[in-house]
Each structure stands twice: as structure tokens, then as C-alpha cells.
């Protein structure tokens, strides 16, 4: 019975390791400190369109770059959506705006 109990423990841990050991990349390239970039989707939407330029990206955080940016846009449609911030704020554990 020991052995049972032993074999399944060793079992939990390996797959609690392997669970936590894979981490995904939310970006293909390096980027910056994300943590730089918490901020309300409404305070970057300027003209209230639902869709921040990279313009409206640019004038709320001046030292980013367009590469920045890009990443950010995942359909690549020149516009980062609401959705599109919070899944890049989710992937990088921002949950609220500092």
C-alpha cells in the first residue's frame, strides 16, 4: 500500500511540475518591461473610437516604439482593440491599472 501511495505521489509532482514548467510567449520578440505599459484602454482611446492608433499610443506613452505596438496589435489591422490590450495585459498578469 506504501508503494502505491509513493508511486502516486511521485506522479502528482511530476505532472505538478511539468504543469508549471511550460510557460507561453505572448510575443515572438523581445520586448520591454510590460509593466511600463498598465494603463486603462479608455485613457489611450483619445477619440473614444474603440480602437487606439498607434498615434493615440504614441502621445500616452512617448518612449515606446512601433515595434511596441505591432506586437500589440494581434490581427494586424493597425489598431489595438480593447480585446486585444486585455489579452496582452492577462498574458503579462496586469489585471488593474496601477
Do not use: Q
Not at 6 to 32: D, F, Q, R, W
Not at 58 to 82: E, Q, R
Not at 86 to 96: N, P
Amino acid at each position: 500500500m506504501r508503494k502505491i501511495f509513493a508511486v502516486l505521489g511521485c506522479l502528482c509532482l511530476i505532472i505538478t511540475v511539468a504543469g508549471c514548467s511550460g510557460s507561453k510567449n505572448y510575443h515572438k520578440s523581445e520586448m520591454p518591461d510590460p509593466k511600463g505599459y498598465n494603463a486603462h484602454f479608455g485613457d489611450m482611446d483619445a477619440d473614444g473610437d474603440e480602437a487606439v492608433t498607434w498615434e493615440e499610443f504614441d502621445a500616452y506613452f512617448p518612449n515606446a516604439n512601433k515595434d511596441i505596438f505591432s506586437a500589440l496589435d494581434l490581427n494586424k489591422d493597425g489598431v489595438v482593440d480593447h480585446d486585444e490590450w486585455h489579452e496582452f495585459k492577462e498574458a503579462h498578469g496586469m489585471r488593474d491599472h496601477n
